[in-house]
Nanobody, 127 residues
Framework: QVRLVESGGGSVQTGASLTLSCADS????????MGWFRQAPGGERKFVAGITWNGKNTVYADFVKGRFTIARDNSKNMLTLQMNSLEPEDTAVYYCARDWDRYRDYVPEIDNDYGTWGQGTQVTVSS
């Protein structure tokens, strides 16, 4: 069974950093765009960042631009999200997801474009 497994979440204080990782057990990782989404309590799931299959293009939501960095290692089927200068508003469950399509030359930002999802990892930022 193809799985995405996130790790690296935790509880930190404002201004701290965390790095989330997503391990993909499938064979399509290197062919597909990958994305990070988050969902705060009572809120909708929102796009955070995405990266094309070859790593050449990245897209960030305005609320994380300049603070978060998405990266991928296709040799290890691994996706990461470096999160700096964390704020209480970043508190959410973070999900990684794999595009259901292959070789897109752009980063999809709609969750319906992603066909495989991880179980999520909790990030809590306290003031």
């Amino acid at each position: 069974q193809v799985r995405l497994v996130e790790s690296g979440g935790g509880s930190v204080q404002t201004g701290a950093s965390l790095t989330l990782s997503c391990a993909d057990s499938g064979r399509a990782f290197s062919d597909s765009a990958m994305g990070w989404f988050r969902q705060a309590p009572g809120g909708e799931r929102k796009f955070v960042a995405g990266i094309t299959w070859n790593g050449k293009n990245t897209v960030y939501a305005d609320f994380v631009k300049g603070r978060f960095t998405i990266a991928r290692d296709n040799s290890k089927n691994m996706l990461t999200l470096q999160m700096n200068s964390l704020e209480p508003e970043d508190t959410a469950v973070y999900y990684c997801a794999r595009d259901w399509d292959r070789y897109r030359d752009y980063v999809p930002e709609i969750d319906n474009d992603y066909g495989t999802w991880g179980q999520g990892t909790q990030v809590t930022v306290s003031s």
